[in-house]
């Protein structure tokens, strides 16, 4: 395992150049107008100074699907150093591979100089492989060898700024009409060595865009989730949170567990759906998907803290429920859950503190949101993650988990002001003095469920 491919991909190092289909302005659907005016200025200036200039990646393959793209990605065979000196908004970024981004108030257009020469070509040190993985890669070429060394035929379309053509080397336009990911060339598996977050982008296009994983794709698919655990752990944060934040996550999630994939982003998480007698774990973060994609879809903000949140609840949940039985007050042992989980969770997945401070609050506030007494319900609204932990608390109800008369007991309270706020607390006093009796009787409940006071 892990030992690098050792035969050439022959169709990534063919002497004989690829004679690309050239697709003319008035044979395909793209037009200038879908284009971002700030794309189409990086593409207009590198051509006035001299250089190749193309649209590639995602912003062809979605206005050639009609969507409308994310942002766009520009190629050129300018090196950075050239492409800063023709834009004063620009900034090199990128070790591991080295950009331009253009900056244009908020929106950014990535321009990348081709990649090329041998995949196995790391002779002048600024292409760097290691068991087979490609940890850096500066070595330039032509705009060949840079459409095949992308990742997916429908990834590797070029629209040309002095024709208004469409350029595919790779079979990019069949495969688009016919809904399918295909890795280029003849050796998928050593395309997902190269970069396994390959693995992950091929999931998050399917889930995307609705297309099948060509079948030759999909042995080394399953087979190869390990390698992820070769890839740093930064990066992998950004790709979860594309992977949940594109509108399409529930759909990503099924993808990833089908595949073999989420057990090595959230290994403590799989082991919990894995073994799951009861239902409501996958229910539980399956409801939350769904909410999650609505927001996306509805141009809604949504925030990495409680996806995380919501990700990794069962394995906090499980642990501070074994805490509670070896005695630990409420409180305290989520405390303690809620650390233990954010801290094994780091070696996979980076999250970023300012995500994990919120992510553990939303857990901690849980076992205090059971607390419906007058002053620590007051004091619990003005908590500034008050309302995540109530949409959380929402959501665990919603799926079985939690008692869904609790959830109800902080909607009307939330609803309430002032006497009427009173009357609800009041309410609550009242239940839980008859419950509390009732539950003398009944030595077969194990834990109470109200937890022991936490002030
Ligand atoms: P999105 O809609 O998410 O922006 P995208 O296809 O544009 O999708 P980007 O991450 O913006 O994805 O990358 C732009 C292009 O760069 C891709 O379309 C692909 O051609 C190439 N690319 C990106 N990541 C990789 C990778 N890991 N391996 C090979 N090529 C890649
Ligand atoms: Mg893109």
Redesign the pocket.
């Known amino acids: 395992m892990g030992a690098p491919p050792t035969t050439p991909d022959p169709s990534l190092t063919a002497s004989t150049p690829v004679i690309p289909r050239v697709v003319p302005r008035q044979d395909h659907g793209i037009s200038r107008a879908n284009i971002s005016e700030h794309a189409l200025k990086v593409l207009y200036r590198l051509k006035q100074a001299g250089y190749q200039a193309y649209l ?4 062809v ?2 206005l050639l699907l009609g969507r409308e ?3 766009f ?1 520009v190629a050129t065979d300018a090196k950075p150093e050239d492409v800063r000196t023709v834009f004063r908004n620009c900034r090199l970024i990128g070790r591991r591979f080295r950009l331009a981004h253009v900056h244009f108030g908020r929106e950014i257009v ?1 321009v ?1 100089t081709f990649r090329g020469g041998n995949a196995d070509d790391d002779s002048e040190g600024e292409r760097q492989i290691e068991n087979g993985m490609i940890v850096r890669d500066n070595l330039y070429g032509t705009r060949e060898e840079d459409a095949l ?4 035929t429908v ?2 379309l070029y629209y040309n700024i002095a024709d208004f053509s469409v350029i595919d080397y790779a079979g990019g336009i069949e495969d688009l009409a016919a809904g399918r990911l295909r890795l280029i060339g003849n050796d998928p598996e050593r395309r997902l060595r ?2 396994p ?2 693995m992950l ?1 091929a999931v ?2 399917a889930a ?1 865009l609705g297309f099948s994983i060509d079948p030759a794709c999909e042995g080394p698919l399953l087979a190869l989730g390990h390698l992820l655990r070769d890839v740093p752990a930064a990066r992998l944060f950004e790709e979860v949170l ?1 992977l949940f934040h ?1 509108g399409t996550g529930l759909l990503a999630f099924e993808k990833l567990r089908h595949y073999g994939l989420f057990a090595h982003l959230f290994p403590a998480t799989e082991d919990c759906l894995a073994r799951e007698d009861q239902s409501f774990p996958i229910t539980f973060v399956s409801r939350g998907l769904e909410n999650t994609d609505r927001r996306v879809q509805e141009d809604q903000p949504v925030a990495p803290f409680f996806l995380f949140a919501l990700l990794l609840w069962e394995p906090v949940r499980q642990r501070y429920e074994e805490l509670l039985a070896a005695d630990l007050a409420p409180v305290e042992a989520m405390a303690t859950a809620a650390a233990e989980i954010s801290a094994s969770q780091q070696s996979q997945v980076t999250i970023p503190k300012r995500f994990s401070m919120p992510m553990r609050e939303v857990w901690e506030l849980q076992p205090r949101l059971e607390q419906r007494r007058g002053k620590s319900a007051h004091r619990l609204l003005t908590h500034p993650r008050f309302r995540a932990a109530y949409d959380f608390l929402l959501l665990r109800a919603q799926s079985g988990e939690a008692d869904p008369e609790l959830a109800d007991w902080w909607t009307r309270f939330q609803e309430a002001d002032g006497q009427d706020r009173a009357r609800v607390v009041e309410g609550a006093t009242k239940r839980r003095r008859r419950r509390g009796r009732r539950r003398k009787a009944g030595p077969g409940e194990a834990r109470a469920e109200e937890p022991a006071d936490a002030g």
């Open positions: 590639v990646g995602g912003g393959r979605d793209p994310k942002d990605d990535e990348a060394r992308r990742d997916f990834n590797a190269e970069d977050v390959r982008r998050r296009f995307k594309k594109g």
